[in-house]
DNA sequence: TCCATATTTCTATTATCATCGAAATGACAG
DNA sequence: CTGTCATTTCGATGATAATAGAAATATGGA
């Protein structure tokens, strides 16, 4: 991951409407949520979701698949493990530190 | 970290300078480097560098100390430990998933 | 085909942000 | 103290983003 996606990728979620739904798509998990669900859930109107979840979709955050009527919207894990990895990159240098340490008994769970 | 903190901290990495001073910090390490040094790798007007420093500060992400006539910046690394975890929290589900795994992988390196 | 409903596009309004020169402030050495 | 140099504040300008109602566009069940 390069500067300018990674640029896109945080300002993508770095609204609160945004990220609420991009969390809400990463406990789902591969499976997704349609957009009437996100909408429901997070009390949303359809229009103002669909601005919200075309910006997350053209950052590579969301993936959409057209599911019978609905149309569901999945979270790109390895895009958010590519911002992770971007921020952390080369952390201390490359050597060994109590940072990278706490983080890797953070990132550990699940 | 609650969603408030993380909008703004995400929001204050969401921009080229400020993402490129975030991770020369970073890179730094503890010790960090001062706001000239800074300026001069980044090729960086020292007016537009300290207004971005202030908005990485206000934000948790870094923090100021003043050594003798300089001011040294260095990352918040608890901070950026704590916007990974709000980003990958509950990831699908709770379960043990394919994603978290990858992720594992990437974090642990030094 | 035709309708119900899910989702997007259009549009306008309002608010916030990035930039950087010039001037002001602050801190230290001598 | 005083001059020097590091950094911040001020101010003006141009650009980008959030919001949501109304209308348009799919999609698939009957």
Redesign the interface.
């Known amino acids: 991951m390069e500067?300018?996606s990674?640029?896109t990728a945080?300002?993508a979620?770095?609204?609160?409407t945004r990220?609420?739904i991009?969390?809400l798509l990463?406990?789902?998990?591969?499976e997704g949520l349609c957009a009437g669900d996100i909408g429901a859930r997070l009390g949303v109107p359809a229009a103002t979701l669909s601005f919200h979840l075309a910006q997350l979709a053209s950052a590579g955050l969301v993936q959409a698949r057209q599911q019978s009527r609905f149309i569901f919207y999945s979270a790109d894990?390895?895009a958010?493990?590519g911002?992770?990895?971007?921020?952390?990159?080369?952390?201390?240098?490359?050597?060994?530190?109590?940072?990278?340490r706490?983080?890797?008994k953070?990132?550990?769970?699940?």
């Open positions: 500067m300018k990674a640029v945080l300002g979620l770095a609204q609160e990220l609420s991009f969390r990463v406990e789902a998990g591969p894990f390895e958010m493990n911002i992770v990895g971007f921020l952390t990159e080369n952390c201390c240098g490359g050597r060994p530190c109590p940072p990278a706490a983080r890797r953070k990132t550990t769970a699940s």
